[in-house]
């Protein structure tokens, strides 16, 4: 454990070079890494949401591409798209942006549906089909994404399919008042991000999401993630609770969040701390427009609290 350990602390250590402060939301960034999810980030503008996901980006030694998505992005600007060769006389695949380590997409609810819906299958199967043919993605694989509130004007709600491929849904939220002096001090001169070096490797990656996987849930805790997932469907506010798939999600990012914390075994208090960034997207109550999300927070916290945990 003491080699991982040490490069999970690296790969933190230089994400907080830029990222100053909100301790538990580098974590969440470093959950979704190593149990191969992707994360979702919502928040008002300007409190670092795009800043964190380079953070990450830079902080490993791996194809980055970044993807603004706007009105009028199309889906083969993001899967790519065939094109014909004059010399070759045959068409040439020209990938896009998605076919990286780590994609950054960067306000993904600026978009239409059609268009956003093109991430889903690189998420849920880490390949891409174009004309017929299936590619896959390289490995490591992780989308970041960001969005603003969907009372903002110009935003589109996410597919509920799609926001069941992110394995963790959270807000960073404003800075205490001397972290915000921290970050104005940071950046007083330059923008830290422009000095940050990786500190990991693709390879490096692959063998802390092994390592993951190997990390020991006794049955227990396997009880109470699924205690918690019946709790939410017997929940009379809740009208659809959560799927075998976000048990299954539960405990792979608490796995990873407990080998984050040098831990090779998991811990009731990290699927507590998980339940709601992992779980409250993935139901549905009676209104999901707006304030549903806040509401879906809020019932999915009420939940947990019923379920008692394994001492």
Same mark, same amino acid.
């Given at each position: 454990?003491? $080699?991982?350990?040490?490069?999970?602390?690296?790969?933190?250590?230089?994400?907080?070079?830029?990222?100053?402060?909100?301790?538990?939301?580098?974590?969440?960034?470093?959950?979704?890494?190593?149990?191969?999810?992707?994360?979702?980030?919502?928040?008002?503008?300007?409190?670092?949401?795009?800043?964190?996901?380079?953070?990450?980006?830079?902080?490993?030694?791996?194809? #980055?591409?970044?993807?603004?998505?706007?009105?009028?992005?199309?889906?083969?600007?993001?899967?790519?798209?065939?094109?014909?060769?004059?010399? $070759?006389?045959?068409?040439?695949?020209?990938?896009?942006?998605?076919?990286?380590?780590?994609?950054?997409?960067?306000?993904?609810?600026?978009?239409?549906?059609?268009?956003?819906?093109?991430?889903?299958?690189?998420?849920?199967?880490?390949?891409?089909?174009?004309?017929?043919?299936?590619?896959?993605?390289?490995?490591? #694989?992780?989308?970041?994404?960001?969005?603003?509130?969907?009372?903002?004007?110009?935003?589109?709600?996410?597919?509920?399919?799609?926001?069941?491929?992110?394995?963790?849904?959270?807000?960073?939220?404003?800075?205490?008042?001397?972290? $915000?002096?921290?970050?104005?001090?940071?950046?007083?001169?330059?923008?830290?991000?422009?000095?940050?070096?990786?500190?990991?490797?693709?390879?490096?990656?692959?063998?802390?999401?092994?390592?993951?996987?190997?990390?020991?849930?006794?049955?227990?805790?396997?009880?109470?993630?699924?205690?918690?997932?019946?709790?939410?469907?017997?929940?009379?506010?809740?009208?659809?609770?959560?799927?075998?798939?976000?048990?299954?999600?539960?405990?792979?990012?608490?796995?990873?969040?407990?080998?984050?914390?040098?831990?090779?075994?998991?811990?009731?208090?990290?699927?507590?701390?998980?339940?709601?960034?992992?779980?409250?997207?993935?139901?549905?109550?009676?209104?999901?427009?707006?304030?549903?999300?806040?509401?879906?927070?809020?019932?999915?916290?009420?939940?947990?609290?019923?379920?008692?945990?394994?001492?």
């Amino acid at each position: 454990m003491t $080699e991982t350990t040490e490069l999970v602390q690296s790969l933190a250590a230089n994400v907080r070079k830029v990222f100053v402060g909100k301790e538990q939301v580098v974590e969440a960034v470093l959950t979704a890494l190593l149990a191969e999810g992707h994360l979702l980030i919502e928040d008002a503008p300007g409190v670092g949401k795009t800043t964190l996901a380079k953070s990450l980006a830079r902080s490993i030694d791996c194809a #980055f591409k970044r993807i603004q998505f706007t009105p009028d992005l199309l889906p083969s600007d993001i899967t790519g798209v065939s094109i014909y060769d004059q010399q $070759e006389q045959r068409f040439v695949f020209k990938p896009g942006p998605v076919f990286a380590n780590v994609v950054l997409a960067d306000e993904i609810n600026r978009t239409n549906p059609r268009t956003q819906s093109s991430l889903l299958e690189a998420m849920s199967e880490a390949a891409v089909s174009v004309d017929g043919e299936t590619r896959p993605l390289p490995k490591p #694989f992780l989308v970041l994404a960001t969005q603003n509130p969907f009372e903002f004007e110009g935003t589109y709600p996410l597919p509920e399919s799609q926001l069941d491929r992110f394995l963790i849904r959270l807000e960073i939220g404003y800075p205490t008042a001397e972290q $915000e002096r921290a970050v104005l001090k940071a950046q007083q001169t330059a923008h830290p991000l422009r000095d940050l070096t990786p500190v990991v490797t693709g390879e490096q990656v692959l063998a802390l999401q092994a390592a993951t996987r190997d990390v020991r849930v006794e049955d227990s805790v396997l009880d109470y993630i699924v205690a918690i997932s019946h709790a939410s469907r017997d929940a009379p506010e809740v009208a659809v609770g959560v799927s075998p798939r976000g048990s299954l999600a539960l405990r792979r990012a608490a796995q990873a969040l407990a080998l984050v914390r040098g831990r090779d075994y998991v811990i009731p208090d990290d699927v507590k701390e998980l339940a709601v960034p992992v779980l409250a997207h993935r139901i549905v109550v009676e209104d999901e427009l707006g304030a549903g999300r806040s509401r879906a927070r809020d019932a999915m916290q009420r939940v947990v609290e019923t379920v008692a945990a394994p001492l």
